[in-house]
């Protein structure tokens, strides 16, 4: 508060507008919807749910071979197979590190000897605990935007996690996830996140 204070005394160009924005004398900012851009229209009310029109191949089915090196903003872990539920349920301190998790931003990071079925084994037990969208972290629209992208990406190479309705029913439900909740908060305040989600 006293750094406030000293940089309001010390710059004039910041008090006048201050004192013409009391009086109302200078405009705010701009109205705005939250999760609305304008270029959607006012008559845009978000995505319906749609089937996939992709034919995947499946993943190979079974357990995982070997340990997991899962690699994580902020952490690196070793799991083992079986260890798949308590990894979809660990806690972190950094906040980016559960969000990593999230996000399946470690898939990409797999070296080419892990076994692809790890990411079936997490996808299962992720699915089962937070497979409803809601309104957690798990379903930011951020969050939910990567964790398709790094599942389908990971998909066109290596299969399909199972059972493949599931899968691909959960991950079209990604779409009007997101579009519900899109990081539009006016032209102050709205960052490249947008283009992401």
């Not at 705010?28 to 995947?56: C, I, K, M, N, Y």
């Not at 340990?67 to 994580?72: E, F, M, N, Y």
Request: proline share 10%.
């Amino acid at each position: 508060m006293i750094r406030k204070a000293r940089q309001l005394a010390a710059d004039p160009v910041l008090r006048r507008w201050l004192a013409l924005r009391a009086l109302r004398r200078t405009p705010g900012e701009p109205g705005f919807t939250a999760h609305r851009p304008p270029s959607l229209g006012q008559d845009w009310a978000g995505l319906e749910l749609e089937a996939a029109r992709t034919v995947f191949s499946p993943l190979p089915e079974g357990p995982p071979r070997g340990r997991l090196c899962v690699r994580l903003p902020g952490a690196t872990l070793e799991i083992e197979p079986g260890g798949e539920a308590a990894l979809a349920m660990r806690l972190f301190d950094d906040p980016e590190t559960r969000l990593g998790l999230h996000r399946f931003a470690w898939v990409p990071l797999m070296k080419t000897d892990d076994d692809p079925r790890w990411v079936g084994a997490v996808w299962r037990e992720w699915r089962t605990r937070f497979g409803t969208p809601d309104d957690s972290w798990a379903w930011h629209p951020y969050t939910a935007a990567e964790r398709a992208i790094n599942l389908l990406s990971f998909a066109r190479r290596h299969g399909l996690p199972g059972p493949a309705e599931d899968t691909l029913a959960m991950l079209a439900a990604h779409a009007p996830a997101i579009a519900a909740r899109l990081e539009y908060f006016g032209e102050h305040h709205t960052s490249n996140h947008l283009f992401n989600n």
